[in-house]
């Protein structure tokens, strides 16, 4: 056992951005697809759940959620279907994160391996568990997805929320100056904030 893999949800429908194909938005001159790509460039294999751009300047593996639209947890487990079965951690992302860096994804990487955990996620200033910020023993998230959707049937619609109940996670906080690594880019408004922090 070993490894590790990033698995990216690039697939939502942005509607509070009008429907816009999200991830490929640029801050700072670069999508945030390719920033969040970069964060976890040694990550092996790069899964992105959703459309790639064809102009994409990094190698990855794509797929799709069953069905289509089918929410968070049903990418989450496309994505993982691609990631071997010997891969020891994974990180789960949004794909909307401009500000994650490679330190931040090592913090949680750390946490993740020391921690009597099955995963470590940032919490926010406001005690709110970042999700989609996320790295995970691979094999105790693929049991969690199993037992969702056991319990549901199916994982069309599942919230990662739901996901949650099943997985035991430390909190990492993030004290360093800046914006934090989860800021992610749901609004108009936080593209042009990210803009501005970017500066």
Same mark, same amino acid.
């Given at each position: 056992?070993?490894?590790?893999?990033?698995?990216?949800?690039?697939?939502?429908?942005?509607?509070?951005?009008?429907?816009?194909?999200?991830?490929?938005?640029?801050?700072?001159?670069?999508?945030?697809?390719?920033?969040?790509?970069?964060?976890?460039?040694?990550?092996?294999?790069?899964?992105?759940?959703?459309?790639?751009?064809?102009?994409?300047?990094?190698?990855?593996?794509?797929?799709?959620?069953?069905? !289509?639209?089918? =929410?968070? *947890?049903?990418?989450? &487990?496309? %994505?993982?279907?691609?990631?071997?079965?010997? #891969?020891?951690? +994974? /990180?789960?992302?949004?794909?909307?994160?401009?500000?994650?860096?490679?330190?931040?994804?090592?913090?949680?990487?750390?946490?993740?391996?020391?921690? !009597?955990?099955? =995963?470590? *996620?940032?919490?926010? &200033?406001? %005690?709110?568990?970042?999700?989609?910020?996320? #790295?995970?023993? +691979? /094999?105790?998230?693929?049991?969690?997805?199993?037992?969702?959707?056991?319990?549901?049937?199916?994982?069309?619609?599942?919230?990662?929320?739901?996901?949650?109940?099943?997985?035991? *996670?430390?909190?990492?906080?993030?004290?360093?100056?800046?914006?934090?690594?989860?800021?992610?880019?749901?609004?108009?408004?936080?593209?042009?904030?990210?803009?501005?922090?970017?500066?």
């Amino acid at each position: 056992m070993g490894g590790f893999a990033a698995v990216v949800l690039a697939g939502g429908a942005a509607r509070r951005m009008g429907g816009a194909d999200k991830p490929t938005l640029p801050v700072a001159g670069q999508s945030m697809l390719t920033r969040v790509l970069a964060a976890v460039h040694d990550a092996d294999p790069r899964v992105v759940v959703g459309p790639v751009p064809p102009d994409l300047p990094v190698p990855v593996h794509s797929t799709r959620e069953d069905p !289509p639209g089918g =929410g968070p *947890v049903a990418a989450t &487990a496309a %994505g993982l279907a691609l990631v071997p079965e010997d #891969v020891t951690f +994974t /990180a789960l992302l949004a794909a909307d994160l401009p500000f994650l860096t490679g330190e931040a994804i090592d913090v949680l990487r750390l946490t993740a391996e020391s921690a !009597p955990m099955q =995963g470590a *996620v940032y919490r926010d &200033a406001e %005690g709110r568990r970042q999700m989609l910020c996320g #790295v995970w023993r +691979t /094999a105790r998230l693929r049991e969690a997805i199993d037992k969702l959707a056991q319990e549901r049937g199916g994982l069309d619609g599942a919230s990662v929320r739901e996901l949650m109940e099943h997985l035991r *996670v430390a909190e990492v906080s993030w004290r360093r100056p800046g914006p934090p690594p989860w800021f992610d880019c749901d609004t108009d408004d936080d593209l042009r904030t990210a803009e501005e922090w970017a500066r």
